[in-house]
């Protein structure tokens, strides 16, 4: 079992430092033989389970005191120390490999960043609004890092209807008289002014038609002219059904998810 631990994460470890992960020496794992690979944003796992005889590839994101532990399981294999081989090992590497990288997976990687960013003009686009909207919501550090790690392509509309409206509608109903939501003001019509069309198009169609009438009112009242005009453009979108975003998980957590059993290797 040993050799098949130090191969998968050898070459596991290989894959990962394409994408500027960094292996952690000093990691234990209460489950059996583990090994860490971080970078700013996440960090991968891979233990060998010894009660179920499984090596597991797992996910989460970073925060400040380092990796989150609520792992989330992306690729598992059973592997039995007393029937299986290296070939077996091979196999599992092979798939663990796959499942972090895939085919032209650092360019699809860096190009949703690029384009959550800015766009080609240099406009902010929205996970550059995200982030500025941390200033005024602090938990949405975390949200933020989750949804990077599980997802190639940040899903901006559905963050935005998940964490972020909940969010303005508490400040903008109970606290609409502290510096933070004017600060929030601010930020609204500062982003519909500089933004690109994304991040213009969550502001008004997403956010602003998700809250109540209050809410809304109370914004209005600290927005500039800009954002006024717009919102009474994107108001015309409210109630009406869009496209839903298309889901492209980073791993195959949501396959490997399902209730079926952990796939065994096969033997020949």
Known sequence: MQEAFDLIVEKTAEALKKQGFEQSKDFE??????????NKDAAYSIVFKTQDN???????NMTDDGPNTRWKSVSNWIFDPEQDTLR?????????????????????????QRQAFKD???HPGPLF???????VFPELKEQINEERSAYVVFRSVTFAREHVVPKIETLAVKKKESAAFKKLCDLLSEFYKEGDLDVRSIITIVILNSLSDTAVQNIMEHADDMLKKGYKYG??????????????LRSKYKARASSEPPKRLSKR
């Open 129 to 135: 609004f995200y982030k500025r909207l941390v200033n």
């Open 54 to 60: 499984m090596f597991e590839l797992r996910s989460t």
């Open 29 to 38: 794992e209460d489950l059996g033989p583990a090994a860490l690979f971080v």
């Open 235 to 248: 108001v015309k979108w409210k109630g009406k059904k869009a496209k839903p975003e298309r889901e492209k």
């Open 120 to 122: 080609d003009d240099n």
């Open 88 to 112: 077996e090992a091979e196999a599992i590497a092979a798939d663990f490999i796959e499942t972090v990288e895939g085919p032209n997976r650092l360019e699809e990687i860096k190009k949703a």
